[in-house]
């Protein structure tokens, strides 16, 4: 299934998260920052906003994906593995599926507050590590 993965391109774990699927799945992912994919997302009714809160995913047939349900779509087409089982799998777990639903929208509330840092710990990488006029110190945040 081929994606178009909508990310917050003044975050580094969002620029982290993006780079790191792209390139795990090949031609399957295209990313797309939020800026650049404004009219894309208005004309599907999500606002600037929304996109910047949840990560929003579009397939190839015109279906569209938010928050931990477009996380789900995006590890299964790059085939990640977690503790070395597919992490598509484990998502779905019943009481992971629940936990996961739930800690989604805190999460992404908060993402900005993760240290450049600690991303480069999980990615081995911090991608695109010039931190524009969004960001302080390796936290970045939203200008509101």
Known sequence: MKLTMFYDSSCTLCRSE???????????????????????LAQAGI?????MTHLCVKDEWGAWYKGMEAVRVLYKTANIRLFGVRAFWLFNLPVIYALLNIAYPYFAKRRHLI????V????????DVKLNELCDSGHCYVKS
Do not use: C, F, H
Request: no cysteine; glycine share 8%.
């Open 120 to 127: 480069k710990w999980w990615y081995r990488a911090v991608y």
């Open 115 to 118: 240290p450049a840092y600690l």
């Open 18 to 40: 993006a780079m790191s699927l792209w390139r795990l799945g090949g031609s399957d992912i295209t990313i797309i920052s939020v800026s650049d994919g404004q009219n894309k």
């Open 47 to 51: 606002s600037y906003q929304e996109a």
